[in-house]
C-alpha cells in the first residue's frame, strides 16, 4: 500500500481550510485517511499551520511520499529537516543530543523569521490605516475651505443684492 500525505479539503466555497494526512494513495483527496497530522489555514497572513511533526517524521520514515503542497508545509515547519537529523543519527554522524540542539536552533530561528514578518504586516496595516485617515482629513478640509468660499460667495451676492433693493426703493 502506498501512502502519501496530502492535504484533505475542508471549508466553505472560497474559504478553504485543509487537514495534513496521512492516506492511502488510491483514497479520493477528501476520502479515507490513516492519520490526521496537522492542520493548514491559508486564509489567515500569514498562514496558520499546525502540524505534528513527531507524527510526520514517523510517516516519512515508514516510506510516505508527500505532495509538493505537503511537502513545501513540512519543510516550514521543520519535518523534514527532524527526518532528516534523524537520519544522520541512525547512520552514526550526529548524536540524539547534537540533533536535538540543531533542530531546536532552526526553530528559533524560524520563530524570529515568523514574528519579524508579522510586527512588519501590523506595521504596514498602521501606515496605510495612517495613510487613509490624513488624506481623508485632506478631503475634508479642501471640502470645507470650498464650503465656506461657497458661503462667502453667497453672502457677498446677497449684500450685494440688498445694496441694490435698498439704492432702487431710496430712489
Keep these: 500500500m502506498s501512502v502519501k500525505i496530502r492535504l484533505q479539503r475542508h471549508g466553505k466555497k472560497n474559504k478553504p481550510f485543509f487537514w495534513i494526512v496521512a492516506a492511502d494513495a488510491r483514497a479520493t483527496r477528501d ?10 489555514n491559508p486564509n489567515t497572513n500569514p498562514a496558520t499551520i499546525d502540524l505534528d511533526v513527531d507524527g ?7 516510506g510516505a511520499q508527500p ?3 505537503a511537502k513545501a508545509i513540512l519543510s516550514y515547519k521543520g519535518a523534514l529537516l527532524k ?7 541512525r547512520k552514526g554522524a550526529l548524536t540524539e543530543e ?34 487613509a485617515l490624513a488624506a481623508e482629513k485632506a478631503v475634508n478640509e479642501a471640502r ?28
Excluded: M
Excluded at 510526520?56 to 515508514?62: C, F, G, I, P
Design 31 to 40: 476520502g479515507r485517511y490513516l492519520e490526521k497530522l496537522g492542520t493548514y
Design 56 to 62: 510526520a517524521v514517523k510517516w516519512l520514515q515508514n
Design 67 to 69: 505532495t509538493d503542497t
Design 83 to 89: 527526518n532528516h537529523l534523524a537520519g544522520g543519527v
Design 98 to 131: 547534537q540533533a536535538a540542539e540543531k533542530f531546536n536552533a532552526w526553530l528559533e530561528e524560524k520563530a524570529a523569521k515568523v514574528t519579524s514578518k508579522s510586527e512588519g504586516l501590523t506595521k504596514a496595516q498602521a501606515d496605510a490605516k495612517a495613510k
Design 144 to 171: 470645507i475651505a470650498a464650503a465656506t468660499a461657497k458661503v462667502e460667495e453667497v453672502a457677498e451676492v446677497e449684500a450685494a443684492a440688498e445694496e441694490t433693493t435698498e439704492e432702487n426703493s431710496a430712489e
